[in-house]
């Protein structure tokens, strides 16, 4: 199979998030980044996938702060290739980050060997709609199931395990080249010494490939950012430890808690 | 007791296979298989691997098979075995790390605990994954002033190496506060690195993650660079630990003093100072990294011995024979790890012995036992009140107002 799997870095907020001066972003001197769970949960899948039936396993993302060491460990895991798309990307939007990675998967012209899959987070702390994955599969007209928790490969096509709320599940059988919004890999992230990401960045290398970006980045300005205001709703209960735990369970009855 | 008394320094670019001609290596072709290493191990019983049958697998070309088995997750570091070693073989400075590394390595999965912990030591330079930028939180909150290198701009004669459980945890902050008031109290002109310190990074080497130790290592040292001070002083016995032993390997000269070792060094005038008495029976607990590998053995007591009130009563197991909390090498985080494998937490049974004493408080010096022993204390059984202190934690209470 030629899997490829697409990275995106989110803002790491461990480390407290700051609005900037403008009132409509996130103040970039203290912003690092991180992968996302959901991406490095498809990384796994990739490289689970690789070692059970021979498939190159290709790495791509939009060039970004911190992104190279993403692709490096990525690499290390396992991925055969990493490739960063280049530009003047940094604002882009779901929608033109779509497209920007429809034009590299599929050069115009060019169509897609049957063999593909195209592995990506369902979501991500900054795109809980998951709007990405729907966008690439339009663009590229290929089916899309999202919210995966297992992909088997079965001929021309694979089984996926898909969840839905309630905790129903439901098996899929989607014909490839496909695009698979990844929950959570058959099993979890697997850790790679440091030792062993250091060699990589000395003896592998990301491709770079200039790509075009579209006429508009972005499709929606942001009006306003701010922090969570406190409205101030809580209740403190007080007493002897007796008092409260009464108190407490009248106030969970009154809000059929209990 | 041969390995400890000698001086020189492990080889620090040693491999699997490049370790047999080293000259540590050549000492490892002496082990007569008396098997006092596995014997002496906390662990011994739960390893597939003691050191004496890596040793042997070693030197019969089967050491493939060891990486293979997650035995050697068991250690955790604490140089029993080496400090027992009639030959002198530095089992826990050379070869136990070099085949931790290679068993992280052939692992197809390890414990969720560890891996988290590793990942978060390489990012945001502490074990616990909390931000960077509050490292120095504890040093500004509740009106504590500790002088910090960035902000002083000066000379200092002590630079205090804080390290992470004694900065972000609540109960080693204790620990830290404690230390700020005797160094306030005897007059140490000291400052500290706030934000810009990290993970000295001892039990990630001792995890054998090379790569993360190196990179941890590489960072300090740059910060040490940065400032002017005659000695380093720390109160976390794992950072002592790697000062003394791993970085001088990476160009790090600065004279290094545990706390512990400090303060008993500074006691004729510390002494007079600590005028409140308290009426409590304590035991010490040997830190595995001060006593066994640096030989600090009367000088924690000596400190003890020296507040009024005091009385000293050891645990069976106490000095070289002391038992690991269980925290070191990685065990700190691989408690639910060595759980599924039906294994006794080590502070559990350590605890177990500093009841047996009777004693009301058991001292440590190490910041890990703060919470292994509080932990351990929460599930066995005992009806007199015992409490854990370390050792600069009493110190600070005697010393009155």
């Known amino acids: 199979m030629n899997i490829f799997v697409l990275l995106k870095l989110v803002p790491d907020t461990v480390e407290e998030l700051e609005i900037a001066g403008d009132g409509k972003s996130l103040e970039a001197e203290v912003l690092r980044f991180k992968q996302s769970d959901p991406d490095e949960h498809a990384v796994e899948q990739a490289i689970l996938l690789k070692e059970k039936c021979s498939s190159k396993v290709t790495v791509v993302a939009l060039e970004s702060p911190e992104v190279d060491d993403a692709l490096f460990t990525a690499l290390a895991k396992g991925a055969d290739r990493a490739v960063k798309l280049t530009g003047n990307l940094i604002n882009a939007q779901s929608f033109a980050a779509a497209q920007m990675l429809a034009n590299f998967l599929k050069p115009e012209g060019a169509s897609l060997p049957a063999d593909t899959l195209i592995l990506l987070r369902g979501q991500s702390i900054d795109d809980l709609e998951g709007e990405i994955g729907p966008f690439l599969a339009e663009l590229l007209g290929l089916p899309y199931v999202c919210v995966v928790t297992s992909v088997v490969p079965e001929g021309g096509s694979v089984t996926v395990m898909k969840e839905f709320a309630g905790g129903l599940r439901g098996e899929f059988a989607v014909p490839m080249p496909a695009v698979i919004g990844i929950q959570s890999a058959e099993k979890p992230p697997r850790y790679v010494p440091f030792a062993k990401i250091k060699a990589i960045q000395k003896t592998a290398k990301i491709e770079t490939v200039d790509v075009t970006p579209p006429d508009s980045l972005t499709r929606f300005g942001v009006e306003r950012m701010y922090k969570p205001e406190a409205v101030g709703r809580a209740q403190m209960l007080e007493g002897a430890s007796e008092e409260v735990a009464d108190k407490l369970v009248e106030v969970l009855a009154k809000n059929s808690l209990i | ?401």
């Open chain 2, 1 to 401: 007791m041969v390995a400890m008394l000698e001086p020189e320094l492990c080889e620090k670019g040693a491999t699997i296979e490049t370790v047999l001609d080293t000259p540590e290596g050549k000492r490892i072709l002496t082990c007569i298989q008396c098997g006092m290493c596995a014997g002496t191990c906390p662990y011994g019983e739960y390893m597939d691997y003691p050191p004496r049958r890596i040793i042997n697998m070693l030197r019969r070309g089967f050491i493939e098979e060891v990486f293979k088995s997650d035995s050697m997750l068991r250690c955790v570091a604490c140089y029993a075995c080496m400090s027992k070693c009639p030959r002198g073989i530095r089992l826990s400075d050379v070869l136990l790390p070099i085949v931790k590394e290679q068993t992280l390595i052939n692992q197809p999965e390890i414990p969720a605990e560890l891996q988290k912990t590793l990942q978060n030591t390489l990012r945001y330079g502490n074990p616990m994954g909390e931000s960077s930028r509050k490292r120095v939180n504890w040093a500004t909150a509740n009106g504590t002033k500790v002088p910090i290198m960035a902000e002083i701009k000066r000379p200092v004669d002590v630079l205090w190496f804080v390290e992470c459980y004694t900065a972000y945890y609540q109960r080693g902050q204790d620990n830290s506060r404690a230390v700020a008031k005797l160094f306030n109290a005897l007059g140490i002109d000291f400052a500290i690195l706030g934000n810009e310190e990290k993970c000295a990074g001892d039990c990630g080497q001792l995890t054998w993650e090379s790569g993360l130790f190196e990179t941890l290592t590489d960072y300090n040292m740059e910060i040490f660079k940065k400032y002017k001070f005659n000695r380093i002083v720390t109160g976390d016995a794992h950072a002592f630990n790697a000062f003394r032993i791993r970085y001088p390997m990476y160009g790090f000269n600065y004279p290094v003093e545990h706390t512990t070792g400090l303060f008993a060094r500074c006691l004729p005038q510390l002494k007079p100072k600590l005028t409140k008495k308290l009426n409590y029976t304590v035991t010490y607990h040997d830190a595995c990294c001060l006593g066994r590998r640096a030989g600090l053995y009367d000088e924690p007591r000596d400190l003890l011995l020296a507040i009024p009130g005091i009385k000293l009563v050891e645990m069976t197991h106490n000095r070289v024979n002391s038992i690991c909390c269980g925290g070191g090498g990685g065990g700190m985080w691989l408690d639910t790890f060595f759980k599924q494998k039906g294994m006794e937490r080590l502070s559990e049974r350590r605890v177990k012995e500093a009841i047996a004493t009777g004693a009301d408080v058991i001292a440590v010096s190490c910041p890990y036992e703060i919470y292994r022993f509080e932990d351990a204390l929460k599930v066995i059984p005992h009806d007199k009140p015992i409490i854990v202190r370390d050792v600069v934690e009493l110190l600070a209470e005697a010393l009155g107002d």
